[in-house]
């Protein structure tokens, strides 16, 4: 896939990460996504929020105007009408503002927001403020040392940009931020009750860039910070691990590892591991992976021999794929041991690894892994 740029405006200039700067220290105007890892950001995000579409992340490439080093879409943009242009921007505004969160601030887990009242565990939630009437935000993000609440939005807005002042989405964007708490439950003392503590919040806007009539895209980021009071070092440890173990969770039932059944059932200690085993086989991607290969059609149950010759018949090998999870990494969620990022890696052979440990690989860079028990 290519490397695509877009205006760039971040708000304030202070919030600007390092490599994003120009040799004035002051954000740079245009930036670049590649469209390879965008696309395993979408698909840690299907998994996690729709598990029924995973054959989505595949068609942005072909969506994107060829001619153009800038992030054009072809034409006047995904979709006819109102309510698909609509719904192909707000899904494609997810797909980027994670990419850019990953990519560019180091964020590592993602749990999809459900719920006014969404219950990360037994003693953390993040709630709506009850005099509050805005949408939830996406997603609570963490990395090691931080969390925020992010939301995305994903714009075809027509003129010029930037307009004068913040867009329009970027402030519905910022109130949904602030409107909402990160809440821990407190037994300690008094009855128990749930105290507000205080995390960052990211809004990113993609706004569409269109090749007819011709329109430049822009990224906008602006970082609030919800309200309460600030996480004690444990605290934040503690929720970090909370959400690092909802996203591999979240990744597993997605990729049909895990079944959500089995994880809800407190009489189960440890659920049935599903999936096929494979080995990456490229140097530079080392490691071992349980997860499924994935076709236009969906999810398919199949082992190395079939989805090789499988992907030899297909007018394209590149439709067919393998998503799945570094078996380090189910190991140490199976047996609720600390979760930590792992180093991204990138092999020519278009096999991509997360800090997540979550891999997108071709058919043909795969090998037999050994069986791990």
Request: hydrophobic share 40%.
């Amino acid at each position: 896939m290519s490397v695509r740029n877009q205006h760039y405006h971040i708000e304030p200039q202070a919030a600007c990460p390092t490599h994003l700067r120009d040799p004035n220290n002051t954000p740079m105007k245009r930036i670049p996504f590649d469209i390879d890892l965008v696309a395993a950001s979408a698909w840690g995000e299907i998994l996690q929020a729709a598990p029924g579409a995973q054959s989505l992340a595949g068609i942005m490439e072909a969506l994107l105007a060829p001619s153009s080093t800038d992030l054009v879409w072809q034409a006047s943009g995904p979709g006819r009408g109102t309510e698909m242009r609509r719904a192909f921007s707000g899904m494609f505004g997810r797909f980027f503002a994670r990419a850019y969160l990953q990519l560019n601030h180091g964020f590592t887990w993602f749990n999809p927001i459900d719920g006014d009242n969404y219950l990360l565990s037994p003693t953390w939630r993040v709630r709506r403020k009850p005099t509050q009437k805005t949408d939830m935000p996406d997603w609570i993000c963490a990395k090691p040392g931080q969390l925020a609440i992010g939301e995305a939005k994903g714009s075809n807005i027509e003129g010029a940009f930037p307009p004068k002042g913040t867009p329009a989405p970027i402030k519905k964007a910022g109130k949904q931020i602030k409107g909402v708490q990160v809440e821990k439950l407190i037994t300690a003392g008094a009855a128990p009750h749930w105290v507000a503590k205080q995390v960052k919040g990211w809004a990113v806007m993609s706004r569409w860039g269109t090749a007819n009539p011709p329109r430049d895209p822009y990224l906008y980021a602006l970082d609030p910070d919800t309200d309460g009071e600030a996480l004690s070092a444990s605290e934040k440890d503690e929720l970090e691990q909370v959400v690092a173990r909802r996203h591999v969770e979240l990744l597993a039932i997605g990729l049909g590892i895990v079944e959500q059944e089995e994880i809800e059932n407190p009489e189960i200690d440890s659920p049935t591991l599903k999936g096929r085993h494979f080995a990456a086989s490229s140097a530079d991607v080392p490691g071992e992976f349980r997860g499924m290969v994935f076709s236009p059609f969906g999810r398919l149950d199949l082992d190395l021999q079939q989805a090789q010759a499988l992907s030899a018949g297909l007018p394209d090998p590149r439709m067919l794929q393998f998503v799945g999870i570094d078996e380090k990494v189910l190991k140490a969620y199976l047996s609720k041991g600390r979760l930590a990022p792992l180093a991204a890696k990138r092999a020519r052979e278009k096999i991509v690894l997360g800090t997540d440990g979550l891999i997108v690989a071709p058919i043909s860079r795969l090998s037999d892994g050994d069986t791990i028990s």
